[in-house]
């Protein structure tokens, strides 16, 4: 599937598997069927890059983080703009949805994590912390959220009373994504110092690093039956590795430009990527 000039950044599977919604340059953000590999509805308003996007739990929003300093919300089925949120004051990169659709996280190059309550109109709380740029976010179980910066840090939150639990040192430059093991402890980082780490939230150590990629790692997600994590990066390589052991058990080559984003599906059949080569 062809996207916009300029590149995918963004990716994300709608809840049934059926659609990928893909975010990118120039304000781009589309619906790609699956199945047959077809764009479906474009979503037209933002004003810069979509670096993020997010499905609500039950399908039925879709949320976008864009360099035009704005987060929107987006009615799937008939690609209204719901809610336009604009309390950040620089890019905004970074979007995910709690598991209720109730909560929405965004970061930025702010520096700044905002919680909003979608059942209200006011500005959301904030979560202060990171010396740098926020690059990712991902909700976890037991209140958790984490938080991926320029800062080399990621950070662990209890975002509902904004408490911070830990912050996970070690990588060597900017951490760029993250993402939490589906019904586990652990939690995985790329960064742009090529490498992949793997955190036990139990004790907030570094359980692994892999090795591998040949440049900076920009996109990873974890399958669905957190057995099998997908990293991707400036190498226009996919990997996957087996979480248990480490161990690289597929290499996807086809992109021709850096790959900016991965996803599984929610039945962990399929494995999506978007890259700088305009495709998905």
Known sequence: AKGPRGGIWGLAFSPDGAHVAAGGAGGSLRLWDVSSGKPGRSFGGHEGTVFDVAFGPRGELLASASGDRSVRLWRVSDGKLQRRLTAHGATV??????????YL???GDDRLIRLWDLRTKTPGWVLAGHQGSIWGLAFGAQGRLA???KDKTARVWKW???EL?????GHRQMVWGLAFQ?????LVTGSTDNEVRLWDLRGGHGKSGTGGHVGMVVGVDFSPDGRLLASGGKDRSIRLWEVSSGREVARLQGHRAKVWAVAFSPDGKTLASGASDRTV
């Open 93 to 102: 990169r970074a979007v995910a949805f709690d598991s209720s659709g109730r």
């Open 105 to 107: 996280a965004s970061g």
């Open 147 to 149: 938080s991926a910066s």
């Open 160 to 162: 509902a009373t904004g």
């Open 165 to 169: 639990e830990r912050v996970l040192p």
């Open 182 to 186: 589906p019904r586990g402890e652990l």
